[in-house]
């Protein structure tokens, strides 16, 4: 069994020489334990600082976003026949001696990907404004993926071969909201886990300004939710629109026979086209049912060429 820890980076080289000698070489349950930093187009000495550390490297031209730099270290795990991965952050943030801990449910064969969960409550350097748009995000996270993680942000997490080889992220901006609700209508078992965190080294920069942030994974959740329940989506928009216009029309229907029609055909006309926009709608929606069935045969396919182009590589 080989564990390899994993580290998004870009400009790093302040951080990581802390973060890496804080890392385990041997794990219980594990027979190799490596190390991979994944450069993100960094100007510094960051990679330099790596080798040094005996740490794998792979590098991006330029930088592309934590996201990007998260999938290019999942391949490159893959690539070093890694059967469990471990995703931590280069600022030291997580204790690494929870890793075990981290591990365990997918050693036991209990979960496929698990989160390390903070102690929000007791980070000090955490404001209030903060903890609240965590608890906030991870709720709706919980909501549209139907799990049951308390730290949805969390970038502490540890994910099995499997879960890896099935894992696909389309945002330019952060992977932990995305994989999470990824997992969730895969039907990947996943669960969560207690962490403790470090103190803090440096201001974070996924969140410089918290509108943007709350703006762009909104976004995030919003558009993973119609890639993987398309039909739900917009049945639910063809609702909102459909149904005031029955209101609408019953309004008119009311008038025309109780009273004078004048002054009221305003209302005719709207709900004309807020049920045309509805059933239209509605129509869409079972469209991008029949496209998201051939998404799902199109991620199968492509899930059966990773596993065999690795099994061959490392065999």
């Known amino acids: ?12 080289q302040e951080c990581l020489p802390l973060t890496l000698e804080s890392l385990p070489r041997q794990v219980d349950g594990f027979d190799e334990v490596e190390w991979l930093v994944i450069d ?16 794998h490297v792979v590098s991006h031209t330029h930088n592309k976003g934590l996201a990007q ?33 981290l591990v365990r449910p997918i050693l036991e064969g209990k979960a496929d990907i698990v989160v390390g969960a903070r102690p929000i409550e007791h980070i000090q350097h955490f404001s209030v404004v903060k903890k609240m748009l965590q608890k ?49 209508q895969k039907n990947m078992a996943i669960c969560s ?33 119609v890639v993987y329940r398309p039909f739900y989506f917009c049945a639910a928009v063809g609702a909102l629109l459909f149904i005031p216009g029955i209101f609408l029309g019953i309004r008119f229907l009311y008038h025309y026979f109780t009273s004078d029609t004048a ?41 059966i060429k990773r596993k065999n182009s690795y099994e061959k590589m490392n065999a």
């Open 1 to 12: 069994m080989k564990l390899v820890i994993q580290i998004p980076c870009y400009n790093e």
């Open 40 to 55: 993100d187009g960094s100007t510094d000495d960051t990679v330099q600082v790596a080798t040094r550390h005996c740490a």
């Open 69 to 101: 730099a998260f999938m290019t270290g999942l391949e490159a795990c893959l690539r070093l026949g890694a059967d469990v991965i471990i995703n931590t952050d280069a600022d030291n943030q997580y204790d690494a001696t929870c890793i075990p801990d």
């Open 136 to 184: 906030l995000g991870s709720f709706v996270v919980r909501m549209a993926s139907g799990t049951q993680i308390p730290d949805a942000p969390s970038g502490f997490r540890a994910i099995s071969r499997e879960a890896a080889l099935r894992t696909n992220v389309f945002s330019d901006y952060t992977y932990t909201l995305e994989t999470i609700i990824q997992a969730g």
């Open 193 to 225: 886990v207690p962490v403790r965190v470090n103190k803090d080294l440096r201001p974070s920069r996924l969140v410089k300004s918290v509108f943007m942030y709350v703006c762009r994974s909104l976004i995030t959740i919003i558009r993973i939710f």
């Open 263 to 303: 002054g009221h055909v305003q209302s005719l006309i709207l709900s004309s086209v807020l049920l045309g926009m509805g059933f239209q709608t509605w129509v869409m929606a079972f469209i991008a049912d029949a496209l998201a069935v051939n998404r799902k045969l199109s991620e199968e396919m492509q899930y």
